[in-house]
């Protein structure tokens, strides 16, 4: 249905309205069991009013309903903090292979043992990664990582008598949501820091804040606004020497995997987005993993099952001594952990190096070719992602939604708008290493048109999008007050 309550165009009805009575796509076979004719009256169906369509509609109808989505395998997907980048196609075959596809999740260690040593090793390649020495890979997304995460941090100080004492978590301005909602269900107060002009977490009002009430600090690097923070040493020992931990949202790891091992840079805690970073399929929500990875003493804390190897050579699941407890049934999304592992074994340590040079490269290329139409709220290089706004289009009545719905116009899903929240009309644009710079190109070449257009025909961006099925949603009316059935 359109903004309006119109039907939508002809072709897009739903299965329903398209029924014809008596039309059947299916064949079913007699039943062999007899029925059952004494059932209570009231438990049963006189009319069941599913669509009646040939199997030719029903699969036009399928297929149609999927040539509508914007997909990675279709176009430039500028998502920014997303990373959708590539997802080879090596890994659904892998992901496939019965011999994992139908492992039972209680099948006994020993009749498991490619399985869990295939979880053993990437637990090592993530630990290697991170530069830190345990590694659990149960957390099912980074939301639940960062919540794994800070709950491991809390049974380190409760383990140490200072659980009563610390209760409160910092967090940068510039956070993902997930952050502050993480220190919150894990009954943490928040403390936020400000960014400074630069963007940077303002490092003195940081040290204002820490003290002995501080359980930690958690930090996304490079931070949601593409930025490295220079002050990344310092505020280590900062964190540190109030004895709080220093918590690292690795979301944005596509900056620096291979290149920089966050352990080394004083983080304590970390996770990992396996369905970002190492290439899952994670458009519309879904499947994905958040690994954590922690330093030798909060091992004990992590959530099991882990992967361990016997002297002899036999792989088995342990459950860590102080376990916080599970985070998920059994191992966790296995399926993820396997594309992960995929990726990783077939690019290797040079390959992961090249991922993090060639995503900033696009990205700072990209943002070098938007800088002149578009406002850049931080002019310096940036990592793995470009900030720009639409402040300047704002001028000439045309808002960052209004030029995100006019991508749309020209073939390309919309950018991260609005996000992060501290900057104004921010859109937060992350090419990839995957893309071409014909891909780059082309995208810019439409961005450039859509801030021409800004000022010379700003109602045409207004009213975009003027070339899809649907014109403009009412989108806050769609959340909360959907209309579900006809
Ligand atoms: C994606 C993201 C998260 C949350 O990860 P999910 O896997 O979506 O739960 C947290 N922080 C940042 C910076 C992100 O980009």
């Known amino acids: 249905m359109t903004a309006e309550g119109m039907p939508l165009q002809r072709g897009h009805e739903l299965m329903i309205e398209k029924s014809r009575p008596g039309r059947i796509g299916a064949d079913l076979p007699r039943s062999d069991v007899p029925s059952v004719s004494d059932l209570p009256q009231h438990l049963l169906r006189d009319d069941l009013p599913l669509p009646e369509l040939s199997q030719l509609e029903a699969v036009r109808h399928f297929t149609r309903l999927s040539q509508l989505n914007y997909a990675i395998d279709t176009t430039f997907f500028p998502l920014g903090s997303c990373t959708m980048k590539y997802n080879p196609r090596v890994h659904e075959e892998i992901a496939r292979l019965a011999g994992f596809a139908d492992l039972h999740p209680l099948t006994d260690d020993e009749d498991a043992q490619g399985a869990i040593r295939v979880l053993y090793d990437l637990q090592d390649y993530l630990a290697a990664l991170a530069g830190l020495d345990a590694v659990s890979l149960t957390p099912a997304a980074g939301a639940q990582g960062e919540l794994t995460g800070i709950l491991v941090t809390r049974a380190y100080h409760e383990s140490r008598g200072e659980g009563e004492t610390r209760k409160r978590i910092v967090i940068p301005d510039s956070a993902h949501g997930t952050n502050p909602a993480t220190a919150a269900m894990a009954g943490y107060t928040v403390t936020e820091v400000p960014s400074d002009a630069d963007g940077d977490v303002d490092v ?9 009430d501080v359980a930690a600090f958690m930090l996304t690097l490079p931070n949601t ?27 944005n790891m596509n900056a620096l995997v291979g290149r920089v091992a966050p352990g080394s840079l004083g983080f304590d805690i ?8 190492f290439s899952t399929p994670h458009g519309g929500g879904g499947p994905g993993a958040g690994p954590v990875a922690v330093r030798a003493d909060l091992a004990q804390f992590l959530p099991g099952p882990l992967a361990n190897r016997a002297e002899g050579g036999n792989y ?9 407890g599970a985070l998920s049934a059994f191992y966790g999304n296995f399926g993820v952990a396997l594309r992960a592992y995929a990726y990783i074994r077939t690019l290797g340590a040079e390959g992961l190096h090249a991922i993090s040079e060639n995503a900033v490269i696009n990205a700072n290329y990209l943002r070098a070719r938007l800088k002149d139409a578009y406002e850049v709220p931080y002019n310096r290089i940036t990592m793995h992602e470009a900030l720009i706004t639409g402040r300047r289009q704002k001028r000439f009545g045309v808002k960052t939604l209004d030029i995100a719905k006019r991508l749309l116009d020209y073939g390309y899903y919309a950018p991260t708008v609005y996000f992060p929240l501290v900057v104004e009309e921010a859109m937060l644009i992350e090419p990839t290493e995957s893309e071409s710079k014909e891909a780059i190109d082309a995208f810019c070449d439409a961005m450039l048109a859509i801030a021409r257009e800004a000022e010379t025909d700003p ?18 009316t769609a959340a909360r007050k959907p209309i579900l059935h006809w």
């Not at 009002?205 to 820490?210: D, H, K, T, W």
């Open 204 to 212: 003195a009002a940081l040290a204002g804040l820490l003290g002995p």
């Open 225 to 251: 606004l593409g930025i490295f923070e220079s002050g990344i040493l310092e505020i280590a020992r900062l964190v540190h020497e109030c004895g709080a931990l220093l918590y690292l949202d690795g979301a």
């Open 270 to 277: 970390m996770h990992f987005n396996l369905h970002k970073t």
């Open 459 to 476: 109602e045409l961006v207004r009213s975009a999008p003027h070339s899809t099925p649907v014109r403009r949603l009412d989108e806050a």
């Open 316 to 324: 088995y699941l342990i459950e860590p001594e102080n376990s916080i």
